[in-house]
C-alpha cells in the first residue's frame, strides 16, 4: 500500500495562469476525496500579491468539509504563513524550505539557515497549537540556479526540521532534475542517517519526463508516500521551465499494474482529471486521461 499525497491543488493550480474560483478548489478537493485521496495538500499560506491564485487560503479551508478520515494540508514558509494557518482548520502545516541558497533567496527571500530558524520557531507554535508538521525540502535533487545539492545540506536541513518537532519530511525535487540512481543514492543516505522508521515522502515534477522513473526508484528503496497532481497539473512561478508534477492517475495506474494498492478508484480520478481538463480550458499532461486504462 502507498500512500498518496495530492498537490494539485496548491503547486498544480498555483502556476496556472487562469485563476480558479475557491468554489471549483472546494469542488475539486471534493472530488479527489470521493475518489478516495485521503491525504491532500489543499493551499499555501503565501504572500498574495506574489501567489495570487492562493490568496482565498483561508476561505477554502472554511468551505471544506470536515473530515476526520482526510488530512488537509496547508504549505508556509514563514511565520507569518503559520499565524495565517493557525486561524483556519488546516490539520497539518507543510513547512517547506529549498536546499539552496541561490533557490531559497529567491523563493523565501531567505538563505536556507535563516528559514530553517523561523521555521524551527514555526514549528514548535504550530504543534503547541494542536497542528500537525511535516518538512517539505525542495531543490533535494539539485538547484537550477546553483546546481548540484550536496546531501549533506539535505540531510543537515532534515534534521533541524526533524528536532523541531516535524513527524515526517518530503523530499522535492522541484525542478525535475532527480534520476533514479540519485533517488536511491539519497534515500541510502536518509535511511544511513536516520533509519527506518523516518516517515520519507518523495515530491517529483515530470519536468524531464523522469517522473514516474523516480518514484518507482523510491518505491523500491522502501518509501510509500508521493506527491502528485491530478491530471499532471503543476509547476512553480519561480522555478524556470519547472512544468508538472507526477501526474496521480498516471501514477496510481502504474501501481494498479504492478498489484500495488493505493486506495483510489482509478476510473473515477480518470474523471476528475478530465472534469479539471474542460475547467481549465487547455490541455492537461496526464497521459492515462488520454490513452484509456489498458
Ligand atoms: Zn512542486
Same mark, same amino acid.
Given at each position: 500500500?502507498?500512500?498518496?499525497?495530492?498537490?494539485?491543488?496548491?503547486?498544480?493550480?498555483?502556476?496556472?495562469?487562469?485563476? !480558479? &474560483? $475557491?468554489?471549483?478548489? !472546494?469542488?475539486?478537493?471534493?472530488?479527489?476525496?470521493?475518489?478516495?485521496?485521503?491525504?491532500?495538500? /489543499? $493551499?499555501?499560506? /503565501?504572500? *498574495?500579491?506574489?501567489?495570487?491564485?492562493? %490568496? @482565498? %487560503?483561508?476561505? !477554502?479551508?472554511?468551505?471544506?468539509?470536515?473530515?476526520? @478520515? /482526510?488530512?488537509?494540508?496547508?504549505?508556509?514558509?514563514?511565520?507569518?504563513?503559520?499565524?495565517?494557518?493557525?486561524?483556519?482548520?488546516?490539520?497539518?502545516?507543510? !513547512?517547506?524550505?529549498?536546499? &539552496? @541558497?541561490?533557490?531559497?533567496?529567491?523563493?523565501?527571500?531567505? $538563505? /536556507?539557515?535563516?528559514?530553517?530558524?523561523?521555521?524551527?520557531?514555526?514549528?514548535?507554535?504550530?504543534?503547541?497549537?494542536?497542528?500537525?508538521?511535516?518538512?517539505?525540502?525542495?531543490?533535494?535533487?539539485?538547484?537550477?540556479?546553483?546546481?548540484?545539492?550536496?546531501?549533506?545540506?539535505?540531510?543537515?536541513?532534515?534534521?533541524?526540521?526533524?528536532?523541531?518537532?516535524?513527524?515526517?519530511?518530503?523530499?522535492?525535487?522541484?525542478?525535475?532534475?532527480?534520476? *533514479?540512481?540519485?533517488?536511491?543514492?539519497?534515500?541510502?543516505?536518509?535511511?544511513?542517517?536516520?533509519?527506518?522508521?523516518?516517515?520519507?515522502?518523495?515530491?517529483?515534477?515530470?519536468?524531464?519526463?523522469?517522473?514516474?522513473?523516480?518514484?518507482?526508484?523510491?518505491?523500491?528503496?522502501?518509501?510509500?508516500?508521493?506527491?502528485?497532481?491530478?491530471?499532471?497539473?503543476?509547476?512553480?512561478?519561480?522555478?524556470?521551465?519547472?512544468?508538472?508534477?507526477?501526474?496521480?492517475? @498516471?501514477?496510481?495506474?502504474?501501481?494498479?499494474?504492478?498489484?500495488?494498492? $493505493?486506495?483510489?478508484? +482509478?476510473?473515477?480520478?480518470?474523471?476528475?482529471?478530465?472534469?479539471?481538463?474542460?475547467?481549465?480550458?487547455?490541455?492537461?499532461?496526464?497521459? +492515462?486521461?488520454?490513452?484509456?486504462?489498458?
Amino acid at each position: 500500500m502507498i500512500e498518496i499525497c495530492e498537490v494539485g491543488p496548491r503547486d498544480g493550480l498555483q502556476n496556472e495562469k487562469k485563476l !480558479v &474560483s $475557491t468554489e471549483t478548489k !472546494v469542488e475539486l478537493i471534493q472530488k479527489l476525496i470521493s475518489n478516495g485521496i485521503k491525504n491532500i495538500e /489543499v $493551499t499555501s499560506f /503565501v504572500n *498574495p500579491k506574489v501567489v495570487p491564485q492562493m %490568496a @482565498d %487560503a483561508e476561505e !477554502v479551508l472554511n468551505r471544506l468539509p470536515n473530515r476526520e @478520515d /482526510v488530512r488537509y494540508g496547508g504549505l508556509i514558509l514563514s511565520y507569518s504563513g503559520l499565524e495565517r494557518a493557525l486561524r483556519t482548520s488546516v490539520d497539518f502545516l507543510h !513547512v517547506t524550505t529549498a536546499t &539552496s @541558497d541561490a533557490f531559497n533567496l529567491k523563493n523565501a527571500k531567505r $538563505t /536556507v539557515n535563516q528559514s530553517l530558524d523561523e521555521l524551527t520557531r514555526a514549528v514548535q507554535d504550530g504543534i503547541q497549537a494542536g497542528k500537525g508538521a511535516s518538512g517539505v525540502l525542495g531543490t533535494a535533487f539539485g538547484c537550477p540556479y546553483a546546481g548540484d545539492v550536496p546531501v549533506d545540506d539535505v540531510l543537515r536541513a532534515a534534521e533541524s526540521l526533524l528536532k523541531a518537532g516535524c513527524s515526517e519530511i518530503t523530499l522535492a525535487d522541484t525542478t525535475g532534475m532527480a534520476n *533514479p540512481a540519485q533517488v536511491k543514492s539519497v534515500i541510502a543516505s536518509f535511511i544511513a542517517a536516520f533509519g527506518d522508521d523516518l516517515s520519507l515522502g518523495l515530491h517529483f515534477h515530470n519536468t524531464r519526463g523522469l517522473g514516474l522513473a523516480n518514484t518507482l526508484a523510491g518505491y523500491e528503496s522502501g518509501v510509500r508516500r508521493f506527491d502528485s497532481s491530478i491530471a499532471g497539473l503543476g509547476g512553480c512561478p519561480f522555478a524556470p521551465k519547472a512544468v508538472g508534477n507526477v501526474c496521480t492517475e @498516471d501514477m496510481v495506474n502504474m501501481f494498479y499494474g504492478m498489484g500495488i494498492q $493505493t486506495g483510489t478508484d +482509478l476510473a473515477q480520478l480518470i474523471e476528475t482529471a478530465k472534469w479539471l481538463e474542460e475547467y481549465m480550458e487547455r490541455p492537461l499532461d496526464g497521459m +492515462l486521461m488520454k490513452a484509456g486504462i489498458a
